[in-house]
């Protein structure tokens, strides 16, 4: 696991980032018990022995400590150095077993827990002895003085590794949710990428293709015309002649028809190319944004972004912070609105306002002067699916109101915080 990932700070694996303090308890033990031993006259050898403890440590221990599961070999290796150096280093100057209160966390941190028992014990074998050959006749309080010493520091050894293993566990843990946060987060594009492909689908199946049909018949209806006919008398030629310019006329407005309906198709395709591509903020405000939509729309829109108190003129991303996601969906949201408008609602204009709510969350509203709806009757089509995805993932909320002959309302409201 990378030393300083997002995974270690969200865990605050103290554990981890204690190792560097183990380091210095491990130098200042040693520094003390070497000071010692020259203030008491020991053996020079057992200082040696204490630096090939700590080389020991510096090569193999250190790596055992960090270790993610104990043990590894580097445990034992260290555990066998430990214990031959130690007791040699106590049997020549007693003063060495200073040294066990560094020594004999270590073993716990690279060990489980019956292993390190016994490292422990045959650590302190050395210097119970050495109680016995001092104290001579006090059995019991050498029997005391080991038992004490023993239980001390089996219950620190424990609370140790269990601490530690607690740690790691815990830190796995935050790391496999972090890991399905991100498969789920990629779920979610996919689903977001397949409702898109159906609205797509949805629109060129309910615009294009249909308006492609009507062309194709109309072409047909032109095309076979009323033709001359076969008569010989002045009579039917008249009449052979009405029906000609009669055909022709037909032919005209067939024409016509289709080369409406290919106008048509020819906006609606422009508006696919839009609505699939990037929204318009550009570097732009949210409202600068809304403009240019506005700007660009077969029909008169009028934008508003009503001043607030003392905050009269700011623009309402400024006021409210509003981030960029929720910015993004909201021009989505505006294209969709105004995309219904010019496809359902024959409207003559176009009413989009912005403003906050409470200064938590942004509303926005398209309101038209169109045929409007029958509340009772309302659905959701593609347009207005898409939206309402959009809307919800962030947790906003889309509303359609109107009645018949009174145009239609459709208000977008979403927060401007997590």
């Known amino acids: 696991m990378a030393r300083g990932s997002p995974v270690d700070a969200r865990a605050e694996n103290a554990w981890l980032r204690s190792y560097p303090y183990w380091d210095a308890y491990f130098a200042i033990v040693l520094v003390a018990t070497i000071a010692i031993i020259l203030v008491d006259g020991g053996a020079p050898v057992a200082i040696v022995l204490l630096l090939l403890i700590t080389g020991s440590y510096v090569k193999w221990g250190r790596r055992a400590v960090r270790a993610p599961v104990v043990p590894v070999r580097e445990s034992w290796v260290h555990a066998a150095v430990m214990i031959v150096l130690f007791s040699l280093a106590d049997l020549v100057a007693p003063q060495s077993a200073v040294a066990l209160s560094a020594l004999i966390p270590i073993a716990f941190m690279s060990l489980r827990v019956p292993q390190a028992v016994a490292v422990m014990v045959a650590m302190f074998a050395g210097p119970g002895i050495q109680l016995l050959v001092t104290l001579g ?5 050498i029997a005391t003085a080991i038992v004490v010493g023993l239980s001390a520091s089996s219950l620190l050894g424990v609370f140790i590794g269990r601490l530690g293993r607690q740690n790691t566990e815990r830190a796995r843990l935050i790391e496999e949710l972090d890991r399905t946060r991100e498969e789920l987060a990629e779920v979610s594009k996919e689903a977001g990428m397949l409702a898109e492909r159906e609205r797509l689908a949805g629109d ?27 008569g010989t008398g002045d009579g039917q030629d008249r009449q052979d002649g009405q029906d000609g310019r009669d055909g022709q006329v037909g032919r005209e407005r067939h024409l016509a028809r289709a080369m409406q309906t290919a ?14 591509a990037p929204p318009a903020l550009d570097g732009a405000s949210l409202e600068e944004a809304l403009m240019r939509l506005a700007k660009g729309f077969e029909l008169p829109v009028e934008v508003s972004v009503p001043d607030s108190g003392s905050s009269a003129g700011v623009p309402v991303d400024v006021l409210v912070e509003v981030p960029v996601e ?8 505006a294209q969709e609105g105004l995309a219904n408008v010019r496809k359902h609602a024959r409207a003559r204009s176009v009413r989009l306002t912005l403003h906050h709510v409470r200064g938590t969350a942004v509303r926005m509203t398209i309101s038209d002067d169109g045929c409007g709806l029958d509340p009772g009757a309302v659905t959701d089509g593609y347009g207005l699916r898409a939206m309402r995805n959009r809307v919800t993932r962030l947790g906003g909320t889309v509303s359609v109101t109107g009645a018949p002959g009174e145009g239609t309302t459709v208000t977008v409201e979403l927060p401007c915080s997590g």
């Open 326 to 333: 929720v910015q993004e969906v909201l021009v989505r949201a």
């Open 204 to 230: 060129i199946h309910d615009t294009l293709a249909q308006g492609f049909a009507g062309i194709i018949m109309l072409l047909q209806a032109a095309g076979t015309g009323v033709g001359a006919g076969t």
């Open 137 to 141: 006749s006090h059995p019991v309080l």
């Open 263 to 276: 106008r048509e198709n020819l906006a609606e395709t422009r508006a696919l190319i839009a609505a699939l």
